[in-house]
T-cell receptor, first 114, second 113 residues
């Protein structure tokens, strides 16, 4: 199993550009998550999904959109990139959502907005 | 929102020393997880705790779920250079409709050979 994969690994955007961060998992997990990690900070939840077709906002959803058309894929969309979105983005998945919410993380996408 | 206080923020130790770090919260958690993050990588799950008072080991790592359910501790015995990285605690309170992890800010561990 590849686990959780993310592409691209690095990206530089200009202010106002848009892009999609890709995330896929092959563990047949129903639950998937997007986090951002800023220097010296923990992980902040952007959006999550409890199954195909179902998504919900996390702690910091502004400026982002998600979709979940399949169990395997959970792309994150930035429509109008801003410098405040410079961060490292991690996708994660888990088998369970509540008590046994052991999340497995991808390698991350490092995004710089100039 | 809920917050986790993780300490210390960073540690510089000699190879072979033992390490202790902890997380505290003003809220009760039902689950505590400990992750390690190597530079340029995603966090990797080390230990999961599900019951107050639970003590769980994974090799040289031992973690405990505090009896008050508001704290957790991670100990690393006989540290080695590959222990270098950032250690995160994460807590989960799955009451109501919320089932999302709250992460601490991490403890950065440096090990001197």
């Amino acid at each position: 199993n590849a686990g959780v994969t993310q592409t691209p690994k690095f990206r530089i955007l200009k202010i106002g550009q848009s892009m999609t961060l890709q995330c896929a998992q092959d563990m047949n997990h129903n639950y998937m998550y997007w986090y951002r990690q800023d220097p010296g900070m923990g992980l902040k939840l952007i959006y999550y999904s409890v199954g195909a077709g179902i998504t919900d906002k996390g702690e910091v959803p502004n400026g982002y959109n998600v979709s979940r058309s399949t169990t395997e894929d959970f792309p994150l969309r930035l429509e109008l990139a801003a410098p405040s979105q410079t961060s490292v983005y991690f996708c994660a998945s888990s088998y369970s959502y509540r008590k046994y919410n052991e999340q497995f993380f991808g390698p991350g996408t490092r995004l710089t907005v100039l | 929102g809920q917050q986790l206080n993780q300490s210390p923020q960073s540690m510089f130790i000699q190879e072979g020393e033992d390490v202790s770090m902890n997380c505290t919260s003003s809220s009760i958690f039902n689950t505590w997880l400990w992750y390690k993050q190597d530079p340029g990588e995603g966090p990797v799950l080390l230990i999961a705790l599900y019951k107050a008072g639970e003590l769980t080991s994974n090799g040289r790592l031992t973690a405990q779920f505090g009896i008050t359910r508001k704290d957790s501790f991670l100990n690393i015995s006989a540290s080695i250079p590959s222990d270098v990285g950032i250690y995160f605690c994460a807590g989960l309170n799955y009451g109501g409709s919320q089932g999302n992890l709250i992460f601490g800010k991490g403890t950065k561990l440096s090990v001197k050979p």
